[in-house]
């Protein structure tokens, strides 16, 4: 819970000259600035501390940062998101950009330009919230629909072989994760990464238990998964035509 009007900007950042610089300069300019040094870390504060926006590097340790934005896009699509990396190839900027970053700087970087680029992030974000309307089409990003199977996304439920499914937090993130990429490879470490977002508590086993939970559901044989495939030594993948 915030008990504060200032604006909280999460800085996700491992060299710590640069992270508290970025903090103080920001705590200048009025808003409440925190620091994670590793992906995972920064993950946990996003959670805990429910920012404003994020200032997130990309070569983290731990959990690098396009898996980090990933993991926070499965369940806020509307956070403000700055990615600030001595990266500046296109293909990272892609990257980026196709996973739901809201804006994108390379250091070095101009200081005046930084802080500019957050206030108009957070105006934005402010005008959307004010300005904000339903749409009656939005309920297709709510449900999912597979074979016989139907996922409601807002209720955490799966309609499927006839029966109704209550699914977990984590099921709905895993779920979520793989129809993001349906027909594309993801491999065990990679779906701990994002899925979970962090790996010291979890194993490649435990992604292989939600995998037969999840034929289980979903599959008409869970010996002959037709969605959720195994790819050898590789991972698995979702698809369905």
């Excluded at 604006?7 to 300069?25: F, Q, S």
């Excluded at 996922?151 to 439920?157: P, R, V």
């Excluded at 779906?191 to 508590?201: A, C, M, Q, S, V």
């Amino acid at each position: 819970m915030k008990n504060s009007d200032k604006k909280r900007i999460l800085v996700v950042e491992d060299e710590i000259h640069i992270a508290e610089g970025l903090k103080l300069n920001l705590t200048l300019q009025g808003y409440d600035v925190n620091i994670a040094g590793d992906g995972g870390a920064g993950i946990q504060l996003w959670k805990e501390w429910h920012p404003d926006l994020i200032v997130l590097d990309i070569m983290l340790p731990i959990i690098d940062g396009i898996a980090v934005l990933r993991n926070i896009r499965l369940e806020d699509e509307k956070i403000p998101i700055l990615i600030l990396s001595a990266k500046s190839a296109d293909d990272d900027k892609i990257k980026g950009l196709s996973y739901g970053v809201d804006d994108y700087l390379a250091k070095p970087f101009n200081l005046d330009e930084f802080l500019l680029r957050i206030e108009r992030l957070l105006k934005r974000a402010d005008w959307y919230k004010e300005n904000q309307v339903i749409d009656e089409n939005s309920i297709s990003n709510t449900t999912y629909t597979f074979g016989a199977n139907h996922i409601d996304f807002t209720q955490s439920t799966a309609v499927c072989k006839s029966e109704t499914i209550h699914l977990t937090e984590q099921e709905i993130r895993l779920l979520k994760l793989f129809i993001a990429n349906k027909g594309k490879p993801l491999s065990r470490t990679k779906l701990l990464e994002i899925g979970w977002g962090y790996t010291r508590e979890t194993t490649t086993r435990t992604v292989d238990n939600f995998i037969v939970r999840f034929r289980k559901y979903f599959e008409e044989d869970s010996k002959k998964p037709v969605f959720f495939k195994s790819l050898r030594s590789v991972g698995y993948m979702f698809d369905h035509k």
